[in-house]
């Protein structure tokens, strides 16, 4: 029978795109992994990785600890580097194979690419760089009563949707929620009518768990075909940044500097440096500040840069604009320090010092590591 | 040799946006602006043209009005414009938003030595996906994140900027290329083409005039053509807010590192 995306019970199990780049697994995979474990338990189905690249079958062996009950291993010298058409193939074959009602891909510039692609072959619909997934209505629903302002009434009415003049009930659909409008908004989004449901899930968000049994995991190795005909770009080189980038995304303590270091940029970011060392993290910073030129791209924080939730965010001398709150608003404990005490930053900071960033900072140096000494 | 750069006209989110009471946007209270990456695919097509003298024609999806949005780009350069607009358009998610604006450049025509380019996401929808699902549908090769682009002959030679470094990639015309901000600075307006913005050429592609492409089938395209639907909207809520320290001295910040401690949280 010719594939159907519109055949709805046809479609089983959770498929998580697993993206590993020059043979090392990227972090995101196995954070979607375990997000993905959630959602199978959920609809009661096996959680799957689709792994491609070339001598890759030591990284497939990994994955029980995350939850996935099957790997299909898809290896390949083609498969060696990301290129839309020969990773588009391949998935839209297997998908066309097997049939999992789910796909989720990391939000990253890779994902973005090939996600997209797929969901147009696969005639299916794709949510873009989702911070939130749900199977389960309730779930879903206590969910948006803590993270939402919508009224009660409004949210226990949700279930079933109008589609063309019939009823739909969305209980067993995956509930995607992603920002829009820089932030501003919060949408939720269903694919009633199409298989898989597929999305994109922002990097850093979702909780990498480790099982203390890993599942047994089963590696698949399905039949494929690539020729040098199915490729139309060359990867003529893959050049990987010299500097070692920072790791904001897995950081516990991240110390942020914004345009409010201007006065003495140096002396600005070293007094960040200090208090992170002290902290047991690492510097951030505004866009500004990377605009500026004063820090590399990879420190920026905010909806064009890295999405961060660590147990401490420490804002020097930022604003807090709302594109810089949307990727750092659901820190444990947000410090901030700036001389205007009408700064938005002040609205989500659990803690405010209203003074000069040069001054406040030494001392909050000195009292941490007095606390610290004492302990 | 032509470039087709897609355009779309976005309310401005920089500021704080008015938001109903229901959890929609209140657009009407948004100043709508043309979408920054687009510009950037804009300056870069403006660019080759500079070099190699190719035809530059810009194409939106929108309402009538994003008209004064094309005669800005026109201003600006480039040779000709399409205003994709039609009540059955309305309501696309990127699936048929895709559907919709590769039957308009096919039947506008795409050449051997053609490039698309877009924008790699717009400001509003902030989704990335437009650019690639064009090109799925146009069945061409796509590059995104093109950080710099060099064209020789037939081949663009192109670096897609990762999050952890750069690929370089060697792909041939007609394909697509979506642009981000670090690939170039935009340009302004121009007095020679403000003046003649209003001799070039814009077409407006309606229902009508795209019904018989093979990619335009109601099922498709429009509210009812999309894949994807919007369960519902809302606004996060503001976060309780904290507390302002007195002061800003020793005594302060000794205060607060007290306070973390206490909770475990240092
Ligand atoms: C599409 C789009 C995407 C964007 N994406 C991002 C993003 O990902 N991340 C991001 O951060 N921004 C982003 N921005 C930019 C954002 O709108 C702001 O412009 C930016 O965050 C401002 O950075 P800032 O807070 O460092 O600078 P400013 O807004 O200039 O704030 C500087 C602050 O420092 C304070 N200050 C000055 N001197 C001192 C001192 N000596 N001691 C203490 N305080 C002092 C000032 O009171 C002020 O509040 C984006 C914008 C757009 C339009
Ligand atoms: C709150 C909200 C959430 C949404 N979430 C989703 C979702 O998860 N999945 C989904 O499929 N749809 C979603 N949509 C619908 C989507 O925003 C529209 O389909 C929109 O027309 C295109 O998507 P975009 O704005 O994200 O564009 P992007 O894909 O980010 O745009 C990329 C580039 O494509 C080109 N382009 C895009 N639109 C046009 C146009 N109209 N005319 C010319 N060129 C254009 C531009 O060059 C642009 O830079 C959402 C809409 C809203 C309001």
Redesign the interface.
Not at chain 2, 141 to 145: D, F, H, K, R, W
Not at chain 2, 241 to 245: E, N, P, T, V, Y
């Given at each position: 029978m010719a594939y159907d995306s519109r055949d709805i019970a046809s479609f089983k199990n959770v498929w998580v795109f697993c993206e590993q780049r020059q043979g090392k697994m990227m972090p995101t995979s196995y954070e979607l992994l375990s997000e993905g474990r959630k959602l199978a338990n959920e609809l009661n189905v096996d959680l799957c990785g689709i792994l491609l690249g070339d001598d890759i079958e030591e990284l497939a062996k990994d994955l029980g600890k995350y939850g996935a009950d099957k790997v299909y291993v898809y290896d390949s010298p083609f498969l060696k580097n990301y290129t839309t058409e020969g990773y588009t193939k391949i998935i839209c074959e297997a998908v066309q194979e097997f049939k999992p009602e789910i796909m989720i891909f990391g939000a990253s510039n890779i994902g973005r690419d090939l996600a997209p692609r797929c969901a147009a072959r696969l005639h299916t619909g794709l949510c873009a760089d989702c911070t939130h997934l749900d199977i389960d209505m309730p779930n879903y629903k206590d969910f948006l009563r803590e993270a939402s302002t919508l009224t009660e009434e409004r949210i226990s009415g949700l279930g079933v949707i109008r589609l063309f003049g019939e009823d739909h009930d969305i209980n067993m659909d995956m509930k995607m929620t992603r920002p829009a409008f820089g932030g501003n908004l919060m949408a939720s989004i269903v694919c009633p009518r199409f298989r898989p449901s597929m999305a994109t899930v922002r990097p850093g968000v979702m909780k990498k768990v480790v099982l203390e049994t890993p599942h047994a995991c089963e590696i698949i190795h399905p039949d494929f075909v690539l020729t040098e005909g199915d490729f139309d770009t060359e990867v003529l080189e893959v050049v990987k940044a010299a500097r070692k980038m920072v790791d904001l995304i897995g950081a516990d303590y991240i110390v942020s500097v914004g345009r409010g270091i201007s006065k003495d940029i140096e002396g600005g970011i070293k007094l960040a440096e200090e208090l992170a060392d002290v902290l047991g993290g690492v510097v951030g910073s505004s866009r500004a500040v990377v605009d500026a030129g004063w820090l590399p791209a990879d420190h920026q924080v905010g909806q064009t840069g890295k999405t961060v939730h660590p147990k401490v965010y420490v804002a020097l001398g930022i604003s807090g604009a709302i594109q810089h709150q949307a990727g750092m608003k659901d820190s444990g404990t947000i410090i901030a320090v700036n001389k205007n005490e009408t700064a938005p930053i002040f609205e989500i900071a659990d803690y405010g010092i209203v003074g000069d960033l040069f001054k406040v900072t030494p001392l909050l140096i000195d009292s941490i590591k007095k606390i610290k000494e004492e302990k | 040799m032509k470039i087709i750069v897609t355009v779309k006209q976005v309310?401005d989110?920089?500021g704080?946006?008015a938001?109903n009471p229901d959890?929609t946007?209140n657009r009407a209270s948004m100043q709508t602006i043309i979408n920054p990456d687009d510009l950037n695919a804009i300056e870069a097509a403006l660019d080759l043209k500079d070099e190699l003298g190719c035809k530059v024609v810009a194409i939106t999806m929108g309402p009538p009005p994003a008209e004064g949005m094309l005669r800005e780009l026109m201003a600006m350069g480039v040779d000709e414009s399409i205003l994709v607009s039609g009540r059955e358009f309305s309501g696309s998610?990127?699936?048929a938003t895709?559907q919709i604006l590769a039957a308009a450049i096919d039947t506008y025509g795409i050449d051997e030595d053609d490039i698309i380019m877009s924008g790699r996401q717009a400001?509003?929808?902030?989704?990335?996906?437009?650019?690639?699902?064009m090109?799925?549908?146009l069945g061409l090769?796509?590059?995104?994140?093109a950080g710099e682009i060099k064209k020789e002959g037939n081949t663009l030679?192109i670096k897609?900027?990762?999050?952890?470094?750069?690929?370089?990639?060697?792909?041939?015309t007609p394909?697509l290329v979506t642009c981000i901000k670090e690939l170039n600075t935009p340009r302004f307006m121009n007095v020679w083409d403000i003046l003649h913005t209003y001799e070039k050429p814009l077409k407006v592609m309606d229902y009508e005039a795209l019904k018989d492409h093979p990619l335009m089938d109601k099922s498709t395209i429009g509210l009812?053509g999309?894949?994807?639907?919007?369960?519902?909207?809302?606004?996060?809520?503001?976060?309780g807010?904290?507390?302002?320290?007195e002061?800003?001295?020793?005594e302060?910040?000794?205060e607060?590192?007290?306070?973390?401690?206490d909770?475990h949280?240092?």
């Open positions: - | 309310p989110t920089s704080r946006i938001v959890g946007l998610d990127t699936y895709s400001i509003d929808g902030d989704t990335a996906q437009v650019g690639p699902q090109a799925e549908k090769p796509q590059v995104s994140y030679t897609r900027m990762l999050e952890d470094g750069y690929m370089t990639l060697r792909v041939k394909c009812q999309s894949p994807t639907n919007i369960l519902t909207s809302f606004t996060p809520p503001l976060k807010a904290g507390r302002i320290l002061g800003s001295g020793k302060t910040t000794d607060l590192a007290g306070i973390l401690s909770k949280i240092i």
